[in-house]
Every structure is written in structure tokens, then in C-alpha cells.
Nanobody, 121 residues
């Protein structure tokens, strides 16, 4: 019923910038929290940044000051602006959201398929 589709991943040099997008589609009544996670090879998936519908935002310490999460609630879309990228930011980035649909208004958690970000040194 709900799909999350990420885009914007790419190969970039260290110090460069990227903007990731996550578009939610389906019979969406509301989206509560949205967040970006990442998983590097051999590592656990970690929360990078999250934003609630009320405007509360959190970042993992390693990206503070470099990454910015934003939401366009009218478009059911979330962004991650990534600046000053480092090789250690290399990972698959996943979109995650708590979404309620019109059929039952129950919040469920959804994941996107991921988009690859590779930062070369």
C-alpha cells in the first residue's frame, strides 16, 4: 500500500555534496516520523537523521554540521542534503517512515530499497 523510493545516490569525491530524496506514495493518510539510515559493508544499519512531523530533528554525531534533513509534507517527500562528504560516509542509504493509510489509519513502519552513496578519497 505504501512505497518509499530513494534517489540521488552517486559516486562523489571527498569534500563533495549530494542530495538524497525519498518519495512516499500510496494511499497515505499521514506520515509521522521519517528518517535516513545507512549501512556500510560489514556494519550494522545506523540512524543518520530523523525528522518528526512536529519538526523535531535528530542527527548521529558523525554527520552533525554536514548533513541536513528536510521534509516537504505536501509532497510526502524527504531529503538529505549531504555536504563535506567523507569516505566513511560510503554506504547504502535507506529511507524509513511511519505511515498511516486511509484503509485503517494505523501507523506502520516502511523501508525503501536503498540508494548507494560512494565517497572516494
Amino acid at each position: 500500500q505504501v512505497q518509499l523510493v530513494e534517489s540521488g545516490g552517486d559516486l562523489v569525491q571527498a569534500g563533495g555534496s549530494l542530495r538524497l530524496s525519498c518519495a512516499a506514495s500510496g494511499s497515505i493518510f499521514s506520515i509521522n516520523s521519517m528518517g535516513w539510515y545507512r549501512q556500510a559493508p560489514g556494519k550494522q544499519r545506523e540512524l543518520v537523521a530523523a525528522a518528526t512531523i512536529g519538526g523535531s530533528i535528530n542527527y548521529v554525531d558523525s554527520v552533525k554540521g554536514r548533513f541536513t534533513i528536510s521534509r516537504d509534507n505536501a509532497k510526502n517527500t524527504m531529503y538529505l542534503h549531504m555536504n563535506s562528504l567523507k569516505p566513511e560516509d560510503t554506504a547504502v542509504y535507506y529511507c524509513n517512515a511511519d505511515v498511516a493509510v486511509y484503509s485503517d489509519y494505523i501507523l506502520r513502519n516502511y523501508w525503501g530499497q536503498g540508494t548507494q552513496v560512494t565517497v572516494s578519497s
